[in-house]
């Protein structure tokens, strides 16, 4: 038997990194599990992953910055497991390396429109499906860059930092309908985009080398601590856990 047995999970952007890690994580604990994501062959691969490790998992194309989109991904998990339960808005982009000064309005605008819109439209049609079968838990992935600030990718700080006040904004209005709102915050963790990061510069080696130094535990973290975090927030192990945002980091922020 597992915690999440006739449970329902929503991950967007599932088809790798912490998604994919977290959507593992919940089929493993005994939800059925909808995988979103805007690309179709590796969305497809995750969900048969997941089936092949025993688990129920179907996958929905999605663009969360597209309402209609996005309305249709939370009406299929409704339509096809009859309820939702738990909501992952994992989906983000970095956008591109930039400064103030040759930064465009372009690009803020796109990273605002899949991490800060997305978030909100995620959430404004979770939330309507959760309060039909009375309650329900949301996880927003912000980053710990939703606390500090930082160079190179103005636009992709900002919207973390925006994904903490939904976050916020959603527990307080819905707390009292049972439906828990929580947001972790990972630090530097083995995915494509810190692989991005680390190659943007002249040296990869150099900088992954000195990026583990900024960490006590003197590694990069991996998806999957931060989807053993995400299923613990949604668990009724973290019943009283809501508007928080949980730093899962190795101690980066600490020094």
Request: hydrophobic share 40%; aromatic share 6%.
């Amino acid at each position: 038997m597992g915690i999440f047995d006739g449970k329902v999970a929503l991950v967007t952007g599932a088809n790798a990194g912490i998604g994919l890690a977290a959507a593992r994580d919940f089929a493993s604990k005994g939800a059925s599990v909808v995988i979103a994501a805007r690309r179709e062959a590796e969305g497809t691969a995750a969900a048969e992953q997941i089936g092949s490790e025993g688990g129920n998992a179907i996958f929905v194309k999605t663009d969360v910055s597209d309402e209609a989109q996005v309305k249709n991904m939370v009406d299929q998990t409704v339509s096809t497991y009859g309820r939702l339960d738990y909501a992952f808005n994992n989906a983000g982009v970095l956008g591109d390396f930039s400064s103030f000064v040759d930064g465009t309005v372009e690009n803020f605008t796109n990273v605002m429109d899949i991490n800060v819109i997305g978030v909100f439209l995620c959430m404004k049609y979770e939330i309507q499906a959760m309060l039909k079968i009375g309650g329900g838990a949301i996880v927003n992935n912000s980053s710990i860059g939703g606390q500090t600030g930082g160079t190179g990718a103005p636009a992709y700080f900002a919207s973390k930092h925006a994904v903490l006040g939904l976050t916020k904004s959603g527990a307080k209005t819905h707390g009292k309908d049972g439906i828990r709102v929580t947001a972790v915050l990972p630090g530097n963790i083995q995915t494509d985009m810190i692989d991005a990061v680390i190659n943007a510069g002249p040296d990869s080696s150099d900088a992954r080398k000195n990026m583990e130094a900024t960490i006590p535990q003197g590694r990069l973290g991996y998806p999957e601590e931060i989807a053993r975090v995400v299923t613990w927030l949604c668990s009724d192990e973290a019943s009283y856990v809501n508007g928080e945002g949980i730093r899962i980091d190795g101690g980066k922020l600490s020094i």
